[in-house]
T-cell receptor, first 112, second 115 residues
Framework: GQNIDQPTEMTATEGAIVQINCTYQTSGFNGLFWYQQHAGEAPTFLSYNVLDGLEEKGRFSSFLSRSKGYSYLLLKELQMKDSASYLCAVNGRGSTLGRLYFGRGTQLTVWP | EPEVTQTPSHQVTQMGQEVILRCVPI?????FYWYRQILGQKVEFLVS????????KSEIFDDQFSVERPDGSNFTLKIRSTKLEDSAMYFC?????????????FGQGTRLTVV
């Protein structure tokens, strides 16, 4: 089966740095996505990793280790608006039609 | 900025009734998806659609579900006889043709409540 694990909840304070981890076990791998989802809203794309290493995009960075089946999302200079659920999703097939397998999401709360 | 739009935003239906959820994907996208998220649970894949046919479907997508692209802009999900356990947020998504680094853009969702 497909298994995507991430912590259920995390808290941090404004201005801090937080790292959200994700481990995965899937049949096939064509990249790992991070999405942000505010309550009652659609998931919005944050990052994509298909090769090992770090991808940086402003305050957000994402890291991938394919051999370890591990990724993390790093959020710097946290703001109150970063309070949301962060979803780790793996594309399990080798094509753009690959379905995404989502983790349960990590609910991040940023305190002032 | 182009976006995926879904209607209605909320739908309440009686058990056993048929519902049709509507989506307008981003205009130059060719790959379409339906996902659902039961309250408090993870987002789950239902079906992918390309070139006017289903590319892949999950075990959730049984004979009660169907998808259609009736014209050049709409993409619909039909549930023939709704069950209580179909209550969920249904997300439509689309992605553009080509390339492996192709993120799916999600619509705002339709909250379906079966009573």
């Amino acid at each position: 089966g497909q298994n995507i694990d991430q912590p259920t909840e995390m808290t941090a304070t404004e201005g801090a740095i937080v790292q959200i981890n994700c481990t995965y076990q899937t049949s096939g791998f064509n990249g790992l996505f991070w999405y942000q989802q505010h309550a009652g809203e659609a998931p919005t794309f944050l990052s994509y990793n298909v090769l090992d290493g770090l991808e940086e995009k402003g305050r957000f960075s994402s890291f991938l280790s394919r051999s370890k089946g591990y990724s993390y999302l790093l959020l710097k200079e946290l703001q109150m608006k970063d309070s949301a659920s962060y979803l780790c999703a793996v594309n399990g097939r080798g094509s753009t039609l690959g379905r995404l397998y989502f983790g349960r999401g990590t609910q991040l709360t940023v305190w002032p | 900025e182009p976006e995926v739009t879904q209607t209605p935003s909320h739908q309440v239906t009686q058990m056993g009734q048929e519902v049709i959820l509507r989506c307008v994907p981003i205009s130059n996208h060719l790959y379409f998806y339906w996902y659902r998220q039961i309250l408090g649970q993870k987002v789950e894949f239902l079906v992918s659609f390309y070139n006017n046919e289903i590319s892949e479907k999950s075990e959730i997508f049984d004979d009660q579900f169907s998808v259609e692209r009736p014209d050049g802009s709409n993409f619909t999900l039909k549930i023939r006889s709704t069950k209580l356990e179909d209550s969920a947020m249904y997300f439509c998504a689309s992605s553009e043709a080509g390339g492996l680094n192709t993120e799916a853009f999600f619509g705002q969702g339709t909250r379906l409540t079966v009573v």
